[in-house]
């Protein structure tokens, strides 16, 4: 007489979560994919120097005066909306497709972010953001007791 072990079981609930977990990756994708038109949020790229940040972010499609760069508090925020409208006739039929895209991406800047030192530029579809850093506000300080 067989008898069914107890790992027997687990090993077939193991097999049945990385099937679920295979086919969410199919559906979802791996959050690795490259940046595409119809996706909500741009990819950036953040660096640092002793003098400086640089966020550079992609853009494609969009032109300057489509995107608005803001901050409030420590937060960078970068959002485009495009409207394209093409119009194409062939004798008494009219086609027209009418494209809508927007995006927006929120960053928390560091706490030596100089806010008041952003600059922006746009070139070939790459917004570059510069931000100046200060000395950080001092993060607190003993308090001697009398």
Do not use: C
């Not at 979802?28 to 994919?33: F, I, N, R, V, Y």
């Amino acid at each position: 007489m067989d008898r069914e072990s107890p790992l027997d079981s687990m090993e077939a609930w193991f097999d049945r979560m990385s099937k679920q977990f295979g086919t969410a990756a199919d559906r979802w994708g791996t959050g690795l994919e490259p940046w595409t038109q119809g996706m909500d949020q741009p990819r950036i790229d953040m660096a640092e120097t002793d003098a400086e940040y640089t966020i550079v972010a992609d853009m494609p499609g969009f032109a300057t005066d489509d995107i608005e760069v803001y901050v409030t508090d420590r937060t960078l925020a970068i959002e485009a909306e495009q409207r394209e409208e093409m119009v194409a006739s062939e004798s008494n039929y009219i086609q027209q497709e009418r494209s809508h895209q927007s995006l927006s991406r929120r960053i928390t800047l560091p706490n030596d972010a100089d806010t008041e030192a952003i600059t922006a530029s746009m070139e070939d579809g790459v917004l570059r953001l510069t931000v100046g850093r200060v000395e950080p506000l001092d993060s607190g300080h003993r308090i001697d007791i009398e």
